[in-house]
Structure formats: C-alpha cells, structure tokens
C-alpha cells in the first residue's frame, strides 16, 4: 500500500510541476490577469474541475513556492545555533534558502507582476501569516523562558514585511539594485540601526 501511496505522490507532484509550468509560461507571455483558469486548463490538457485539484486559486500557481518556501524557511530556522539572536538567525535562515538572491528574468517578470496585482499581493500576505505561524516557535524560544507570541510574532512580521519591502523596490529597479543589501538596510531601519 505504501508503493501506491509513493506512486500516487509522485504522479500528482508531476502533474503539479507540469501544470506550475505551463501556467507560467502562460503568466510571462500573457500577463497574470490576462491568462484565465480555463486557458491554463486547456494548454495542460484538464479539466477546469481538475485544475482546481491542485490549485485552490488561479494565485495559488504563481506564489506555490512562496507556500513551500515557509517551510523550508522554518527548517533553515531550526538548524541554526539557538544561541544566535532571532534577527540574525532569520537573516541566515533567509541566506539558506536563497530567498534573497534573485538573478533570472523570469523572477523579474514574477515580482512585477505579483507587486502589480492586488489580488496576489492579498495571497501573498496570507501566505506570509503562516510563514509568521511556522516560524514562531523558534523566534519565541531564541528570545528566552519569559518571551510571549506578541514579541515573536511582531519580530517575524517586521522581518516578512522588510523582506517584501526589498522585494519591490528590486522589482521597480529592474532587479540593478542588490535584493540583500535592500533587506538588510530595510531591517536597520526598524531596528532603529541606520
């Protein structure tokens, strides 16, 4: 049961690769709002119904990695030495998975169009909450016993904000300035450091 069970994980990790792929494609030649649910179906070969399988939201396709990137954001988090403040440990966290290197166009094009797009920008937030729910415990345990979810909570917001900060102001550079240099100057600034 468990080889079936791989096997079904595996197919449907495939179709969503192959969906994801197509429907950006779609998004870079198109535009986000000028592609439409049923032409990403249709260029994949599903149904509209099974589209909706893999993808709650036609947002959902373009920020899915920003879900997974939570995740393993979380995980970088907890391989770092607890000893290591909460806002450099978040800083390594982010240097750990990459989050703010950005040197392809297609990312560009992605980030424009997410900065231009109200209703990924709502998506994009939601997703960021539960980044602020998968990293608390940590940041809550690198403040010490006496720590509440507040103070935790409000460092990782700060932080996810910064980080969102530095991302548009990259996009509207058209990716000249340097994304890390912009977050780590955002982050002086609310640490009241600059």
Do not use: N
Not at 135 to 155: K, Y
Request: net charge negative; with cysteine.
């Amino acid at each position: 049961m468990d080889a079936e069970a791989s096997l079904w994980e595996r197919s449907r990790r495939a179709a969503y690769a192959e969906i994801s792929g197509i429907a950006m494609r779609l998004f870079l030649d198109q535009g986000f709002e000028q592609t439409t649910i049923d032409q990403i179906a249709a260029a994949a070969g599903i149904s509209r119904r099974s589209f909706f399988r893999y993808f709650g939201t036609k947002e959902d396709v373009l920020l899915g990695d920003l879900a997974r990137d939570g995740e393993r954001l979380r995980d970088a988090l907890e391989d770092i030495p607890t000893d290591i403040g909460p806002w450099e440990a978040l800083r390594r966290a982010l240097d750990a998975v990459h989050a703010l290197e950005r040197d392809s166009s297609d990312l560009l094009k992605i980030a424009r169009m997410m900065y231009d797009t109200p209703s990924l920008l709502s998506r994009s937030a939601e997703k960021h909450r539960h980044w602020q729910s998968l990293l608390l415990p940590d940041i809550r345990a690198r403040l010490g016993p006496d720590a509440d979810d507040v103070s935790a909570a409000a460092i990782i917001a700060a932080a996810i904000a910064c980080l969102d900060t530095a991302g548009e102001a990259w996009a509207r550079s058209d990716g000249t300035l340097d994304l890390a240099e912009l977050y780590d100057r955002a982050i002086a600034t609310v640490r009241g450091s600059t």
